[in-house]
């Protein structure tokens, strides 16, 4: 697979099977994070795994009640250190979090980017320090069902070449 077949193919997904992730598969998407580039190679962050059951379930409840979020056998919550401006925390966890699902979707693994959590139940349930920000939640695991296409824009649409 290429880095465009898994950026053209690959799908949110919602629903998971209760299959553990194989250890050499869930190494090659933690060495993906590890490797993403960031502003002034700082690498301002620090990944939280979530893969104990009980604790998927509360993840669920800090997602907005999100059920299908306990599904997962590991959920991930990607935290800005202290040093991160907000606006550069966003940009710097964004890369590994999308270098995630890139390489998951190569090993056979679903993911889906969680945009709606209560930060600070996320904090409580996980131990994470009053001044780290929780940037991104995503779920990662083998689908249950295959998650929709939902269509892009046609390229005149969306770029525009050297003015607006």
Same mark, same amino acid.
């Not at 994070?33 to 669920?60: H, I, K």
């Not at 940009?91 to 993911?111: C, F, K, R, W, Y």
């Not at 779920?139 to 939902?150: C, E, P, Y």
């Given at each position: 697979?290429?880095?465009?077949?898994?950026?053209?193919?690959?799908? *949110?997904?919602? *629903?998971?099977?209760?299959?553990?992730?194989?250890?050499?598969?869930?190494?090659?998407?933690? $060495?993906?994070?590890?490797?993403?580039?960031?502003?002034?190679?700082?690498?301002?962050?620090?990944?939280?795994?979530?893969? $104990?059951?009980?604790?998927?379930?509360?993840?669920?409840?800090?997602?907005?009640?999100? *059920?299908?979020?306990?599904?997962?056998?590991?959920?991930?919550?990607?935290?800005?250190?202290?040093?991160?401006?907000?606006?550069?925390?966003?940009?710097?966890?964004?890369?590994?979090?999308?270098?995630?699902?890139?390489?998951?979707?190569?090993?056979?693994?679903?993911?889906?980017?969680?945009?709606?959590?209560? $930060?600070?139940?996320?904090?409580?349930?996980?131990?994470?320090?009053?001044?780290?920000?929780?940037?991104?939640?995503?779920?990662?695991?083998?689908?249950?069902?295959?998650?929709?296409?939902?269509?892009?824009?046609?390229?005149? $649409?969306?770029?525009?070449?050297?003015?607006?």
């Amino acid at each position: 697979m290429t880095v465009f077949e898994a950026i053209r193919d690959r799908r *949110s997904i919602r *629903s998971y099977t209760p299959h553990p992730i194989p250890p050499e598969k869930l190494e090659v998407c933690l $060495e993906a994070m590890r490797l993403a580039n960031s502003g002034g190679n700082r690498q301002p962050w620090r990944f939280v795994l979530v893969q $104990e059951a009980d604790l998927r379930q509360q993840m669920a409840v800090a997602c907005n009640g999100q *059920s299908w979020v306990a599904e997962a056998p590991l959920i991930v919550v990607a935290c800005a250190l202290t040093t991160a401006s907000e606006k550069g925390a966003n940009v710097n966890l964004s890369i590994p979090i999308d270098h995630l699902q890139l390489a998951a979707h190569e090993q056979g693994l679903g993911t889906c980017w969680i945009g709606a959590f209560q $930060e600070e139940q996320v904090k409580q349930l996980l131990n994470i320090p009053a001044e780290v920000r929780v940037v991104h939640v995503m779920t990662v695991g083998f689908a249950a069902a295959a998650g929709k296409d939902r269509g892009r824009k046609p390229q005149e $649409e969306i770029f525009a070449y050297n003015r607006w």
